[in-house]
């Protein structure tokens, strides 16, 4: 059987379609289905939405098919297309179809005229457009575009560095300032970095198609591939486009760090910078790497782009009935003019909200599928210095200086170490400059905010502060207007959040205070977790409402309100209980004072084990002196009996049916462990009699009865 190559097969098909060619976009598809590419695979590669690359699929087949004159689809391509070489072949050699023009001549979308590869010598004009994407649908960018152009040719620029965040527009950018400016270059080349290859491969694929030599003919070495590069710039007037180059830089770090045996790329970059030659290397990036100058440098050779978004041509996106929106307009400002983002909500809006863009704000679940992905794409390569301004500049909600943000890390860093992230940060297009401070684009503040409750909420259920003593839910601090935006955006989402999976107020307040009694366990700094703990609890009393109480409208200093802010904001142990034992709110319930595990001592209620009497005794005791401090005796388990130092006060509540049920208000001032008086049952046993005494009368019953 003949192999047929993807590149005999491209040729098939644009000498098929005659007078038509293939767009890039169309190519692409086509190459990565001749290798058993799905479409999902084939839009992850080329940074389109999967559906988008099964309406291009579904176009192309129909093309192909009237081409052909026989059915073709995804499954059958290559089926077809060995075929249709085989009538090419004996065509060719029937007609005496001269070399020049037979069909396994190649022609590219992106080149003004076809072009032949056959050349020897490098003053031959070629391209090898590798997969730079389709352009025809461009928007904006026109003066970006024309500066770039006179860097280029005006300036003759070596080293052109395009950066900007994920979906931002860098890669179309850079294919259409290619096409613009490709008629002042002889040799064309665009490679895609993002399988990350090794520099020597990519060097030798590279000078491969420049120097029209086979790879196989090419010696292995970086040095010497680098030389035959530097030697071909400096030859022919060359233009190399190599996208996605943040795919050989380190993640996690300060960016611009190069990845474990890729720092060769570092040095081509540099030499491509530094040495004479008449050629240009156009990069794109989210990153800067470090051998790229920043855009305010005075040297002209070495240039930068920080690519931001569109701004009205945004419109143009949109559908046309949406497109004069004014809603449009907030959309724009809310995703900064990314084209990616703007892409995926007019796709959602039209097939999901049809077309309702005022429904689709109203559903405020602004970053979602490929947004998210996106996101979670910059994030994943933050250091953890970056990560942490990236919480903070989501809590604090506006523009901050750089010694406000160093105070508010937790430990402290230095202020170069803040000033390297936030350098850092802004290269990669994640935080903005207003004047002498930073903030977010609120697209990313969005999602910033959804990390910090996810992560908050895992480490509440984990049972593990450390997360929470490193960022504050609400800042003290803030404005009141700040605070009430960390409260509606942070702290209420948090606490409904564990509210649904703890299912009641109890449970989570319980859990709540396991988290500050893990707390008072630490020998180390706790940073900011027990002012969040106590945040959550506060927020967990409008839910509480719900269960044993309603607050009255006016809050009083009798109010039920007014009680668990005192217990809330209390540093001793304490609780709120009934005189027929209920318990609505328990404060630290003497953990740290027992031998007993935290577990056990809050599975039992430390209310029932006074010793018999005491308690009624108190009740009686309120009832003449409504505040008292008294010394009493109860059991905190089988095992251990205190003696007990407490400030009581007899207060009022309100039930859920809004009526007043007498309370007790208890704050421990002290706990010491003594020896019970002798004979003095323990709670067990006290239990067992009850229920001895519960089953001698239901005998007695049955024996009436009988």
């Not at 050989?248 to 890729?262: F, K, M």
């Not at 100058?293 to 070495?302: E, F, K, N, Q």
């Not at 309120?622 to 089988?638: F, I, S």
């Amino acid at each position: 059987m003949t192999t047929i190559t993807i590149e005999d097969a491209i040729a098939i098909v644009d000498a098929a379609i005659k007078d038509k060619r293939l767009s890039n976009i169309q190519e692409q598809l086509l190459r990565q289905t001749w290798e058993g590419k799905t479409y999902a695979e084939i839009a992850e590669s080329c940074g389109y939405d999967s559906s988008y690359i099964r309406d291009v699929g579904y176009r192309l087949w129909q093309i192909l098919t009237n081409a052909f004159g026989e059915r073709v689809t995804k499954h059958n391509l290559q089926v077809v297309v060995r075929t249709q070489a085989k009538r090419f072949r004996a065509k060719a050699v029937t007609s005496d179809i001269p070399p020049a023009t037979h069909p396994l001549s190649l022609v590219n979308s992106h080149n003004p005229e076809p072009v032949t590869v056959h050349g020897t010598h490098l003053d031959v004009k070629r391209c090898d457009w590798g997969n730079a994407i389709d352009t025809s649908i461009f928007y904006g960018r026109t003066e970006e575009l024309e500066t770039v152009k006179n860097w280029v040719i005006d300036d003759r620029c070596r080293l052109l560095g395009v950066f900007g965040m994920g979906g931002i527009g860098k890669t179309a950018f850079a294919t259409k300032l290619a096409e613009q400016v490709q008629s002042d270059f002889t040799l064309i080349a665009w490679r895609s970095l993002r399988n990350a290859p090794t520099v020597e491969v990519m060097l030798g694929e590279l000078v491969s198609f420049l120097t029209n030599q086979e790879i196989t003919a090419l010696p292995q070495d970086f040095d010497r591939l680098l030389g035959m590069l530097i030697a071909v710039l400096k030859q022919s007037r060359c233009l190399i486009v190599l996208d996605n180059v943040e795919s050989v830089l380190r993640s996690g770090e300060i960016t611009g760090q190069y990845n474990e045996g890729y720092e060769g790329y570092g040095e081509l970059f540099r030499q491509v910078g530094e040495v004479r030659h008449q050629s240009c290397l156009i990069l794109t990036s989210r990153e800067k790497p470090h051998d790229v100058l920043p855009p305010d440098s005075s040297d002209r050779l070495v240039r930068s782009l920080q690519l931001t978004g569109l701004k009205e041509e945004a419109r143009q996106m949109f559908q046309p009935e949406l497109a004069i929106a004014p809603e449009t307009g907030k959309l724009i400002d809310f995703y900064c003019g990314n084209p990616l983002a703007l892409t995926v909500v007019s796709r959602s809006i039209h097939s999901m909200f049809d077309g309702d863009i005022q429904e689709f704000i109203d559903q405020d679940a602004n970053v979602f599928g490929d947004i998210r992905y996106l996101l979670d794409q910059q994030y994943g390569r933050l250091s953890e210095r970056e990560q942490q301004v990236m919480y903070w500049l989501a809590i604090e909600r506006e523009p901050i200086t750089t010694d406000n943000l160093r105070q508010d890390i937790v430990p402290m860093i230095s202020k170069s170490q803040i000033w390297e992230s936030v350098i850092s940060l802004r290269w990669r297009s994640l935080i903005e400059k207003n004047a002498n401070s930073f903030t977010q684009q609120p697209v990313v503040m969005e999602y910033m905010t959804a990390r910090l409750i996810d992560e908050a909420y895992q480490a509440a259920i984990a049972g593990n502060p450390e997360f929470l003593m490193s960022y504050a839910l609400v800042q003290p601090r803030a404005e009141d207007y700040i605070r009430e935006t960390q409260i509606r955006q942070i702290l209420h989402p948090l606490s409904d959040r564990l509210l649904a999976h703890y299912g009641s107020i109890d449970t989570l307040q319980r859990e709540l205070q396991i988290l500050l009694e893990t707390l008072r366990d630490r020998q180390t700094a706790i940073g900011y977790a027990q002012g969040n703990i106590m945040n959550l609890l506060r927020a967990s009393q409008s839910d509480l409402t719900k269960n044993f109480c309603r607050f009255p409208e006016r809050v009083t200093e009798h109010s039920d309100l007014q009680i668990l802010e005192r217990l809330l904001e209390s540093d001793r142990a304490g609780g709120l209980a009934t005189w027929d034992h209920r318990i609505p709110w328990a404060n630290n319930p003497l953990a740290q004072q027992t031998s007993e595990s935290k577990t056990q001592i809050r599975s039992k209620n430390l209310y029932y084990q006074w010793t018999e009497g005491s308690l009624e005794q108190l009740q009686q005791e309120l009832k003449q002196q409504p505040k008292l401090r008294k010394k009493y005796h109860a059991w905190l388990n089988e095992t251990e009996f205190a003696a007990i130092d407490a400030d009581f006060e007899a207060v009022k509540i309100t039930d859920t049916l809004n009526q007043p049920v007498e309370a007790r208000l208890v704050f421990i001032n002290e706990v010491n462990i003594v020896e019970p008086p002798i004979g003095l049952p323990t709670p067990s046993a006290r239990r067992a009699e009850v229920r001895r005494r519960k089953q001698a009368l239901q005998a007695n019953r049955s024996k009436k009865l009988g």
